[in-house]
């Protein structure tokens, strides 16, 4: 850890992704909801993946892409997650930690094997993502360094969590000690799939102020208030109080409170490759200026430059130094 | 197999790249030659890796990409190497089955693990590699499959095969078998250091005819002839007889025959990311162009082709259908 201050602290899923290009027609074949992310075991993993084109292994895993976003944003960070001892464990401590990020939840030494994510981008950019848990089935409130959750400033948390039985209570421990130490505590709502299965302890979590802020995308959003209308969803989010930022691809995001919804459009990109990741680095861009005290609408602009970056590679760790690269844009993280 | 008969079959180290950007700094504090191929053990690997930052894995190695190419291209292929059945073992017989290549060559079930490319690429794009030969050093001539090499039009070998004690046998066996069936044999020289390491055995294949074709950089046509003089070593090479494709960067790429000597210009691009793999995916190319009967500036230009491809992106691997690439480019692979 640096003599200064945490900033960020992370917990999430702790998964490596394999990415393949896929034609829509294999989506098709495969029984793949486009655009998803869908729980698979080991077995389906390996039955996939022998399915699946040739692939590239990288890092990934929502909270721990938004907490490596926010390192390459300057901000000073940690996370927490699962890994099995095994190969692919070591590539993602070795990543994470490489990337600036403390990291110090201890390796399982036995059971499942690290999560992977089996990624299958279509031609046009949208990812589809098969997760396969492993390793992170056994993270738990014991994983918890209460030191650390204290000296952040925001505890920043994935929907994901739900998933695995005993994350979600890592998750409720973790966001009483934050509150009790006067932080705040943020939640990623995931995806859409995700928020049918956890909607109404997601709202609790709303409604409870166990969480300060939200990050959704639009589809997300609709979902967690069942409607398909997007305004009503905006009004019906505006009235729980708490801060919001919604993403909503190419036309920008909004960010949402109480008082005002404030639309901020995206970074213009010269070739979509590969969205894994967007909305993940949209949320290290937007805390980035929240810990630091930007405005909402810098804090918005700097989650959108973070996503551009990341959706025009495959992968969803950034691939150039995030600060230089918003500030040859226009807009530097504040000091 | 396929029905249609083998067009073009590549031998060489089976190898699991691990790609991680770094600046020029980074290379001096590891005493590592900028833009070569080091060789290195597996404790090395493990200290360089450790001090490397966070890494993208995709399969590699040199005549394997120039085979992965070929299929992406269309042509038919299949590759011998050799791995380990390990993780990074199964994951590239994984890949380059995927990318359409025929590749049968066994596992080896004990000895060194599958090897890996601790791939270091500089701001500059330049890309900077220390081998860990792993299981590669278990290919032998047994590993030859007689009926494959006799049925391929081309038999592509890469220098780098000098570096394990038995595959230059291996090597040696396959030409052979190629020859007295008619087909043509063609080498790269792989880089200027595997030249220095073995200058003369090089050039007693080109003055034997142990191959037809050659594949060079401008760097490494002077370091065959211990030449500072380009024009020299093209002069030099010339008397051979054999064919020549000389890659010269951003200058395009000579074709060189003991006729004639024929520039072919770059194919332009947006923006270079990484060099790993451009003289592999120029090999590709041209190789794509000869065996399917284009004149020899049409084989250049489908080598510059590919080499722009994957130059744009991080990894040795196309990341588009090089076939469509080319013919959007205005020049396709003949039928």
């Known amino acids: 850890m640096p003599a200064d201050k945490l900033e960020v602290l992370g917990l999430g899923n702790a998964i490596v992704d394999v990415i393949a290009?896929?034609?829509?027609?294999?989506?098709?074949?495969?029984?793949?909801?486009?655009?998803?992310?869908?729980?698979?075991?080991?077995?389906?993993?390996?039955r996939l993946y022998n399915s699946m084109g040739s692939a590239?292994?990288?890092?990934?895993?929502?909270?721990?892409?938004t907490i490596v976003g926010l390192s390459s944003l300057g901000i000073r960070t940690a996370f927490v997650g699962k890994l099995r001892d095994d190969e692919a464990g070591r590539s993602f401590a070795h990543d994470i930690r490489k990337s600036?990020?403390?990291?110090?939840?201890?390796?399982?030494s036995d059971g499942p094997s690290t999560a992977r994510c089996l990624v299958l981008v279509t031609p046009d950019g949208e990812r589809t993502m098969n997760t396969y848990l492993g390793a992170c089935q056994n993270l738990g409130p014991e994983d918890i360094d209460e030191k650390l959750v204290?000296?952040?400033?925001?505890?920043?948390?994935e929907g994901y969590l739900w998933d695995p039985p005993a994350a979600k209570e890592a998750f409720k421990k973790a966001a009483a000690i934050a509150h009790a130490a006067g932080n705040q505590v943020a939640l990623t709502l995931s995806d859409a799939?995700?928020?049918?299965?956890?909607?109404?302890?997601?709202?609790?979590?709303?409604?409870?102020?166990?969480?300060d802020i939200v990050f959704a995308n639009q589809h997300e959003l609709k979902s967690l208030y069942q409607t398909?209308?997007?305004d009503s969803a905006?009004?019906?989010?505006?009235?729980?109080?708490?801060?919001?930022?919604?993403?909503?691809?190419?036309?920008?995001?909004?960010?949402?409170?109480r008082d005002v919804t404030l639309a901020v459009p995206a970074s213009p990109i010269e070739k979509l490759v590969d969205t894994t990741g967007a909305g993940d680095l949209f949320a290290a861009g937007?805390?980035?200026?929240?810990?630091?005290?930007?405005d909402l609408r810098d804090a918005g602009r700097l989650g959108g430059l973070a996503a551009a970056e990341v959706i025009q590679h495959y992968g969803a760790r950034p691939q150039v130094n995030l600060a230089s690269y918003a500030a040859d844009n226009g807009i530097s993280v504040p000091a």
């Open 286 to 294: 937007f805390l980035a200026g929240l810990v630091r005290g930007s």
């Open 21 to 46: 290009q896929a034609e829509d027609d294999f989506l098709v074949t495969h029984g793949l909801a486009k655009g998803g992310m869908m729980l698979i075991d080991e077995a389906a993993a390996l």
């Open 100 to 108: 600036g990020v403390h990291f110090e939840t201890p390796f399982a």
């Open 234 to 257: 905006v009004a019906a989010f505006r009235n729980e109080g708490v801060l919001g930022a919604v993403t909503r691809s190419e036309d920008g995001c909004l960010i949402i409170t």
């Open 228 to 230: 398909s209308d997007f």
């Open 56 to 65: 590239t292994v990288i890092s990934g895993g929502s909270a721990a892409n």
């Open 193 to 211: 799939f995700c928020i049918d299965r956890y909607r109404e302890e997601f709202l609790e979590l709303i409604r409870h102020k166990v969480v």
């Open 150 to 157: 204290r000296e952040a400033s925001i505890l920043y948390l």
